[in-house]
């Protein structure tokens, strides 16, 4: 099969919507991985990016060569049988669970601009089913759409942030940290890599060249390093305005007018739904290897049954159920990281 160079661009945009959920988006996350422990975390980010280079080259190979359809293919490859069903339900469980926080932070979107908590809610499923009709295809199509906007917003904040208030560190009189900066790098490619697993794991099958694979890796860890970097670089200048905002994102455009502070909030919005899309295609994916129905009914479906439990919150959604998933997060990963070198891997190659 001949390289396709807009292949790469359109998977590489899927793994960018994947990522930047709207923890990343709304600067919450680089922060408390990276900001928080001071000037030194720059170079965190920088290993933060190799390892998801390496992580997302690898689950998009297994995926290209097993032509598989869903995560739990790609766990059958990695795990040994018995331990591959047990992820394969803990996986499936996360998926369900950030969905619900996804589908709940945008009934919470609509609450900060006046608007209803239900009708935000019900705007998220209803845009999120129109993507499902489409399936894998209708998915890399809205990424490569939305994600050139949202970042493009995102880097325009942070370049003018910078032009207004001086491109020079400011924060050497900060004391370092004493906690080492490297395992924040590790966790934090942990944290994202249950979505990115469901959503690479659906994508190989629409590689028609290896160098394709290769490319999206690069294309995707380059513009998440280079936003996370500029981000990261900002954030430390307000240092002191950050517990002040519940989004960091704010302390750097409070100074803006309130047209462009709802534009900024309408792409954090807009980060909770690509992500909300990538878990929920993840969820038809598997779900419909069970029940032979359309993916967008599996995923409409999954999405009524959890509406009901959107009422608990956002915050509280957050609070309880993202913290259980670290230790799954961070074994996952390694055991990614480490299958191109296990004889497994050797196997497959024989």
Known sequence: MRFNLWQSVKISMTIVGTTIGAGFASGREIWEFFGSYGEGSSGSILLATLIFFAAIVTI???????????????????????????????????????????????GATFQQWN????????????????????????????????????????????????????????WSETPPTSLPVWPSAITYAAFNMLSLLAVLSTIGKEV???????????????????????????????????SQYEIPLFALVRDYSPVWVFAISFVLWLAI?????????????RLSDWVRLPHWLVGGTVLLLLLPLTQL??????????????????????????????????????
Not at 140 to 166: A, D, K, Q, R, Y
């Open 313 to 350: 919150g956002f915050a509280t959604l957050v609070t309880y159920l993202y913290p259980l998933y670290g230790v799954l997060n961070l074994f996952i990963l390694t055991m990614i990281m480490l299958y191109p070198f296990s004889s497994r891997s050797k196997k497959k190659s024989l």
């Open 208 to 242: 028609r060249h290896q160098g394709e694979i290769w490319l999206a890796g690069a294309i995707s860890c380059g513009a998440l390093g280079m936003i996370a970097y500029l981000y990261n670089y900002s954030l430390l200048k307000v240092k002191d305005l950050i």
């Open 115 to 170: 608007g209803s908590f239900n009708i935000g809610v019900l705007v998220m499923v209803v845009a999120v089913l129109v993507i499902l009709f489409f399936d894998v295809r209708g998915l890399m199509s809205m990424n490569l759409v939305l994600i050139p906007v949202m970042t493009t917003v995102l880097i325009f904040v942070c370049f003018h942030f910078l032009h207004i208030s001086g491109w020079s560190a400011s």
């Open 60 to 106: 998009l190979q297994i995926s290209w060569r097993n032509h598989t359809s869903h995560y739990s293919e790609i766990l059958k490859v990695i795990f040994p049988e018995r331990i591959a069903l047990f992820f394969d339900v803990l996986v499936l469980v996360f998926l369900l669970s950030s969905t619900l926080v996804m589908v709940a932070g945008s």
């Open 273 to 285: 739904y690509t992500t909300a899309v990538s878990n929920i295609h993840g969820l038809a994916s």
